[in-house]
Every structure is written in C-alpha cells, then in structure tokens.
C-alpha cells in the first residue's frame, strides 16, 4: 500500500502555476514533517519546501516568494502552490515525511533518511 501519492504535475510554459497534492495515508500523515522535494534531470534530489507538525514552513532560496507549501489536515493532503515557473523548476517532484524531528531539520536540504515517499510527478517548464 502506497503511502503517499502525488498528482498535479505537467507541462506548463514559464511564468505559468500548477498546484501538485500529495494525498497520504494516516500513518504517513502523522509525522513530525512533511515536505516536497524534486530532482531535476542531471540533477541530485534537493529539498523544496517543508512544512512541520507545528505549521511552520522552510523553503529552498530557489523558490522563495513563488512557493507556497500547505496541508489540509482534514483530508490528509499536502500541497504545493508553484507561481511564476521557469525552466529551471523542470523535475520530478516528490513528496516525504518523516517522524524524526533530527530528520527533517538536519536532512530538508536532500531528504536523506525521510522514511516515507511518493512515486513522484513530473513538472515540465518550457520557455
């Protein structure tokens, strides 16, 4: 059983928005954190936004200011609200959560030991 499973990604030209939602089973859901992360072709994965048990939010430098990271705690699901797309946001976007708070503090920046993943979606920005 898959315990977290995206959707939401495409092909969109540069200055467009997508939403991508990250819908999760109960136990993936209640983790200390949840976050986004994406590998971009040649790329290694990287931490994008991260949201944690408390509401507060990190973000990448990359994308501050034009991602905004958020959950709906009813529905178990995870979004990420992406304005103003350039080529360079081009990846598969996954999402990951963990329980460890030494884990999403020490780890947001590649997401080494999250313990829980998505199969991802792909986001593709022309110019």
């Known amino acids: 059983q898959e315990q977290l499973v995206e959707s939401g990604g495409g092909s969109v030209q540069a200055g467009e928005s997508l939403r991508l939602s990250c819908v999760a089973s109960?136990?993936?859901?209640?983790?200390?954190?949840m976050g986004w992360f994406r590998q971009g072709p040649g790329k290694s994965r990287e931490g994008v936004a991260r949201?944690?048990?408390?509401?507060?939010?990190n973000y990448a430098e990359s994308v501050k200011g034009r991602f905004t990271v958020s959950k709906d705690n009813a529905k178990n699901i995870l979004y990420l609200q992406m304005n103003n797309l350039t080529p360079e946001d081009t990846a598969v976007y996954y999402c990951?959560?963990?329980?460890?708070?030494?884990?999403?503090?020490?780890?947001?920046?590649?997401?080494?030991?999250?313990?829980?993943w998505g199969q991802g979606t792909q986001v593709t920005v022309s110019s």
């Open positions: 990951a959560s963990d329980a460890r708070e030494y884990v999403c503090r020490d780890s947001f920046d590649r997401g080494t030991g999250f313990r829980f």
């Open positions: 949201i944690d048990r408390d509401g507060s939010t």
């Open positions: 109960p136990y993936a859901w209640g983790t200390y954190c």
